[in-house]
């Protein structure tokens, strides 16, 4: 329940991110919300590998999700002005969560095997690194503030890669991160439901405030479908297949964090950007920029790609999944610039829409009759 509740804070900073992409559709601040959300994933998915390792329901631990949350709160409220006056409030808020939440488990596994001890060292030693990045970043003018921030961003994303390697300390092992697999799965799924909802509560929120003719209730009821239909495509296969698969492997800290800490950022942002699109759809149902289009189609691309990508990690197969393979060449055909400058937003909107059901047909139809040709017949 601790983890539920830390997890609220994260739905504001969701909020926040679509929030500030809507407010200004260009190419740079697709970088920097990009970069904003990439820091937000990754303080969310290392509290809930340290969650993994240490029982919320004791008391120090329980004490330390409920700073980390507060903490959260100034990182969540400092992400629309974090390239301007609120830069250091978001860095240092970012940096002290990373670090202290990290000081704290060296000190909560000080009895623990030296393994475990040693890899929260030697992890301690790159986010410091990092952190001092971006306290630098924060404290620099806003055109430099996006160089160290990067930098700081790339440390990070590196660090499990390299296994942490510290001079002196060496480097970490997967079979160091024994993580349970089932609770992994599960905080992954959680955040998955965390965008969705935010998707959701944009939509209705957005709707309620319009006129309810036929453009807008056309736009919503797509993009509440649209929304069932990337829940349907996460959880009525792929979440638990990949579960079992993490349960039953031999390495599961391996596929935590190739399937779960990486490849969801993508499943993720897809969700979040596809929310950015849905509340285009309704405000301008008519007109919209050549930006406005990219988001109403590139949020469903993204969401597939990472979708695709996960399920080939999680299953014995040697190809990504056919059918979300050809729910991408659809999407590219509604982004072919002839086709792509005479469709509306509301057409594009409800194309993508379509474009999920096919894909979610497909796998549907697909499974069932993998599953039919798998059983035994007993006549």
Known sequence: MVELF???????????????????LTFDNLVRVTML????????????????????????VRVCMFGLAIVGLFL??????????RGIVFAAAYASMQVGRTLFVIWAVRRAPGRLS??????????????????????????????WWT????????????LFWVPGLGRSSVTDWNVDGGHMAE????????????????????????????????????????SIIMWW???????????HRIEHAGDPGRTARSAYTYVHIVIVAGIIVCAVADEIVLMHPHHGTSAALLAVLGGPACYLVGAAWFKWLTNDRKTPPLSHMIGLVLLAMLAWPTLAHAITPLVAGVATTLVFAVVAGW?????????????????
Do not use: K
């Not at 820091?39 to 004791?58: F, G, H, I, K, S």
């Open 118 to 147: 040693n890899n929260f060292r030697r992890i301690g030693v790159w986010l410091a690194i990092s952190g001092a990045c971006w306290i630098i970043g924060g404290l620099a003018e806003p055109g430099v503030r996006l160089a």
């Open 363 to 379: 796998e549907t139809v697909a499974l069932s009759t993998t599953r039919t040709a798998a059983q035994p017949d007993h006549r």
């Open 233 to 243: 495509l996460y959880f009525d296969s792929g979440a638990e297949r990949a579960q």
């Open 187 to 226: 905080r992954c799924a959680l955040f998955v439901i965390i965008a969705l909802g935010e998707s959701l509560l944009v939509t209705g929120a957005t709707f309620a405030e319009l006129t309810w003719d036929a453009p807008t209730l056309i736009a919503f009821f797509s993009a509440v479908l649209g």
């Open 37 to 60: 959300f990439m820091a937000v994933w990754w303080v969310w998915m290392y509290t809930a590998w340290t969650t993994n390792w240490l029982d919320p329901e004791r008391l120090p």
């Open 6 to 24: 830390f997890d609220l804070v994260f739905v504001f900073a969701v909020t926040q991110l679509s929030h500030t992409l809507l407010a200004e």
């Open 151 to 162: 930098l700081a961003l790339a440390i990070e994303l590196v660090g499990p890669w390299a």
């Open 76 to 85: 969540s409220m400092s992400i629309p002005h974090s390239f301007a006056e």
